[in-house]
């Protein structure tokens, strides 16, 4: 029994020489694991927070724009862009805000949404969709090199036929025709057979003739 208690002891002194020596480290590990789990937690619920008021305002936006209510629709959408620029709901409320600006007649407030959307929309399809609205836009203007800089930038693979098409309509409007024609090839090449969007292409192609 002596041996036992002696043995007993002698576990309990080595424990205790180990908590002296790495006590605070395991205390400082344990703090930090519980402070990181309650900043994901935080972060999480933050985001949440955070999107569901953009929703709300987004869901404003959107009716706005039905009741074509320009002025309500640039205050609701700069909101989105001070308070709520990391979130998708400001780059896809800058497209909404910039119809309404078009229809409205304001082609420069139209623009300006658009490029904020395009420098800033947190996901490549809706970039993509702001820089082929904007070149559009420059191409009514007719400033075309400005839109045919903006139809340069990069986008999903998918978009490509549109981007191609969209520099052959520009490309047609400066009279720039053989490069046109090869435009409206490359959308066509990018474009499945069974698109119905093909036979438009190839009617604006076909009606170049051979450009020369």
């Known amino acids: 029994m002596a041996v036992y208690d002696l ?3 002698e576990q309990i002194d080595a424990l ?3 908590w002296r020596q790495y006590g605070r480290l395991v205390i ?3 703090i930090a694991f519980i402070v990181g789990v309650a900043g994901v937690q935080g972060w999480l619920y933050y985001k949440t ?6 929703s709300d305002v987004f869901a404003q936006l959107e009716e706005a724009v039905r009741v074509s209510d320009a002025k ?6 700069q909101q989105l862009r001070a308070d709520y620029a990391r979130t ?16 409205a007649g304001d082609a420069k407030g139209a623009e300006e949404q658009l490029r904020w959307a395009a420098d800033n929309a947190r996901d490549e399809p809706t970039r993509a969709l702001a820089n082929l609205r904007l070149a559009a836009l420059l191409l009514d203007d007719k400033n075309y090199d400005d839109a045919l800089k903006v139809l340069s930038a990069a986008h999903p693979e998918p978009f490509a036929a549109l981007f191609a098409d969209a520099r052959g309509d520009v490309y047609v409007a ?6 046109a024609r090869l ?3 490359a959308a066509l090449d990018k474009l499945p057979k069974s698109n119905t969007y093909r036979n438009v292409v190839e009617v604006k192609r076909d009606a170049l003739g051979a450009a020369k």
Not at 49 to 54: C, G, R
Not at 88 to 103: C, D, F, I, N, S
Request: net charge positive; charged share 25%.
């Open 88 to 103: 998708a709901y400001a780059a896809r409320g800058a497209l909404l805000a910039a119809k309404t600006a078009v229809e």
């Open 72 to 77: 309500r629709a640039a205050d609701l959408v």
């Open 49 to 54: 927070q955070t999107a569901n008021k953009a």
């Open 7 to 9: 043995e007993e002891q």
């Open 28 to 30: 400082a590990a344990v």
């Open 16 to 18: 205790k020489a180990w």
């Open 183 to 185: 435009a409206y090839q």
């Open 174 to 179: 400066a009279g720039k025709l053989s490069e």
